[in-house]
């Protein structure tokens, strides 16, 4: 029987799975001819942050980000997704909740449909075990996509093998609080400059208004609040800058906030008809519309400091946390110098990696990785070359398949300190001649020179991408 096992059964790996067992499913094979088996170690083994036994657990934010698929490289990335029959998206699109112009789900619901799924597919099988070390050599084609909280065991095997210094950051996941103890005598419901998006009707957001003075207040708590302190090999690991706790942005100046997480543009409180110092915006956690997360408030505090520095919010003076914030370091290898193309480990071909561990940052690239990972390891039991099958690198699924195999890397791509964490961007595509003139024969000027060329990157990319999808290319 053909066989591919995956470790880890989170985004990247559940999705790694599903298009594996996909592909082999569309060529004909049967439960008794081909598998696909997730190894998964919770609940027999747990971690730090997950609190569920359900694949593609969300443990930071309930948001996918920007659904934009027009001008917004996240957005694209999720149109991409879908146009590929992506098991995540599907899942997310069906348990989306209100916020904005972005896509976000309730957690548990989100994460319960995708475990629904992987366990009803005749060709996955889930296996609850943790895998400690390298897999057994008749293990002749494996996904390692154990995200960034790798066991020690297979973390020390993998750095055995690869020779290279491990590669490590800290990341951060922010509170949550019930709806029921926000006094919206304060706070109101409003979206970003009112914009709708899916599911969402243009007020998706809690907000939370500082005064000039509440906001020092704030800024003084913050910087003086009890933080988590590191272990002594943990000092040197640096933080991602996409995810940086809040207290790590305050240090940076006392303005940094209110120009960050805490912006009040596009916001207008209703009591006053103009625009707070800064505020906090608050983000719907769950279905039931019960449960809100701190949008940016990724933490070190310690759990009885968040809840006092908090509670000084204006809003949130009762607060109730359903869920206190927390950081855990993260590890990822260097993936330009150690994987091929097809995200093979060039030292030991049987492994391929796929996930956070491979270098990408957000839940949407982790996922976008196990989706390729898990086609090139179909492709490659199936006897046909993987490598032919790369996406183009105009879309957004080839623009992270270059920052892992070190394409969009300037001389000394691979070196130690040249590879960094990296969300899917259009800093990562090739570049395109933007529109002069808009559909109406007028010259496109300033900002919107921009836009338009957004809008060109994301036109091109769909183009390109259901071109590699045609059923010529054996892909769909």
């Given at each position: 029987m053909k066989q591919i096992h995956i470790i880890g059964g989170g985004l990247a790996g559940s999705e790694a799975a599903w298009q594996a067992a996909t592909q082999l499913q569309e060529v004909g094979l049967g439960s008794n001819d081909a598998r696909v088996i997730i190894h998964e170690m919770r609940p027999v083994q747990k971690t730090a942050v997950h609190e569920t036994d359900q694949l593609a657990e969300l443990v930071c934010s309930n948001s996918f980000r920007s659904d934009d698929a027009t001008q917004n490289a996240v957005g694209l990335l999720h149109e991409e997704m879908r146009r590929c029959s992506s098991i995540i998206l599907k899942s997310a699109d069906a348990n989306q909740v209100p916020a904005g112009g972005a896509l976000a789900v309730d957690r548990n619901n989100f994460s319960g449909a995708v475990t629904d799924a992987i366990e009803a597919h005749p060709l996955i099988e889930i296996v609850r075990e943790e895998v400690l070390g390298l897999p057994p050599p008749d293990w002749r084609s494996v996904i390692i996509a154990t995200g960034p909280l790798t066991s020690l065991s297979l973390a020390a095997a993998i750095h055995k093998i690869s020779g290279e210094d491990e590669l490590a950051f800290f990341d951060a996941i922010a509170p949550i609080i019930f709806k029921n103890s926000i006094n919206f005598d304060i706070a109101w419901l409003q979206s970003r400059y009112n914009k709708k998006g899916p599911g969402g009707d243009g007020a998706d957001y809690i907000n939370l208004p500082f005064t000039e003075a509440e906001y020092e207040q704030f800024v003084d708590a913050l910087l003086t609040g009890e933080k988590t302190e590191f272990k002594e090999w943990e000092?040197?690991?640096?933080?991602?800058?996409?995810?940086?706790?809040?207290?790590?942005?305050?240090?940076?100046?006392?303005?940094?906030?209110?120009?960050?997480?805490?912006?009040?543009?596009?916001?207008?409180?209703?009591?006053?008809?103009?625009?707070?110092?800064?505020?906090?915006?608050?983000?719907?956690?769950?279905?039931?519309?019960?449960?809100?997360?701190?949008?940016?408030?990724?933490?070190?505090?310690?759990?009885?400091?968040?809840?006092?520095?908090?509670?000084?919010?204006?809003?949130?003076?009762?607060?109730?946390?359903?869920?206190?914030g927390g950081i855990h370091r993260n590890t990822f290898i260097n993936s330009p110098k150690l994987l091929d193309e097809t995200f093979r480990m060039k030292s030991a071909p049987a492994l391929r990696f796929a996930g956070q561990i491979t270098g990408v940052e957000g839940y949407l690239e982790s996922a976008a990785t196990g989706l390729l990972a898990g086609r090139f390891a179909a492709l490659q039991l199936l006897g046909q070359n993987p490598a032919v099958s790369n996406p183009p690198e105009t879309t957004a699924l080839g623009a992270l398949h270059r920052h892992i195999t070190g394409g969009h890397l300037s001389e000394g791509a691979g070196s130690k300190g040249a590879f960094q964490p990296m969300n899917v961007n259009f800093g990562l595509f090739p570049e395109i001649a933007a529109p002069k003139v808009d559909a109406d024969g007028n010259r496109i000027k300033g900002k919107e020179k921009g836009f338009a060329r957004k809008r060109a990157l994301c036109a091109r990319a769909l183009t390109d991408l259901d071109q590699w999808l045609a059923p010529a290319s054996g892909l769909n």
């Open positions: 000092k040197n690991t640096p933080y991602f800058e996409g995810c940086l706790p809040v207290e790590v942005m305050a240090e940076r100046g006392r303005e940094t906030l209110r120009f960050g997480p805490m912006k009040p543009v596009g916001l207008t409180d209703p009591r006053t008809g103009s625009r707070p110092h800064a505020v906090l915006q608050l983000r719907q956690d769950n279905a039931l519309g019960t449960l809100y997360n701190m949008v940016g408030f990724q933490t070190k505090l310690k759990y009885g400091a968040q809840a006092d520095v908090f509670r000084l919010i204006p809003g949130l003076k009762e607060a109730k946390f359903a869920r206190l």
